[in-house]
């Protein structure tokens, strides 16, 4: 491959598109397995490979969509361009490991078959809200440089 393409303009932005998206998703793989392990370390997940409780799946259901809208939020705050888009994107990806891990697991006596359809219905709202949060806070931060006087270029009118 030729680094004419990775020093261009658009060869930097895809890359930065990649680089947020790959951030967003080792945010939630990092929270979701830590949060897993401790709960596990703790006594309060059964053994890897036990059933789980409703309570508990419910539990895990809660912080994993947290953390879904924390991965949607990084990676439209590190996507060059099109925040929302981003982070839609990071939740198409999650949409496709659910279904992926619904598939792989339907049958294994994992738990109740309302976890892994909760894990796909909430795969991309969750980024969804992190991409709006973006884009909340990118207004506020707007309409505080108009009011201070700064242009969108950070110049002084």
Request: net charge positive; no cysteine.
């Amino acid at each position: 491959m030729s680094t004419a393409f990775a020093d261009s303009p658009g060869g930097r932005r895809i890359g930065r598109s990649i680089g947020a998206l790959l951030a967003g998703f080792a945010v939630a793989i990092v929270l979701s397995i830590g949060t897993d392990a401790g709960l596990h370390a703790a006594g309060l997940f059964p053994p890897l490979g036990q059933p789980m409780s409703n309570g508990l799946l419910l539990l895990a259901t809660t912080y994993r969509t947290l953390y879904g809208i924390v991965s949607g939020y990084v990676i439209a705050r590190l996507a060059p361009h099109h925040a929302m888009q981003h982070a839609l994107a990071g939740g198409l990806v999650g949409l496709l490991v659910a279904i992926i891990g619904a598939v792989a697991t339907w049958n294994r006596g994992l738990g109740p078959h309302w976890y892994p359809l909760a894990l796909i219905a909430l795969a991309v709202p969750p980024a969804w809200i992190g991409g709006k949060l973006h884009e909340i806070e990118q207004a506020r931060k707007h309409n505080a440089q108009r009011a201070d006087g700064v242009d969108a270029e950070g110049q002084l009118r």
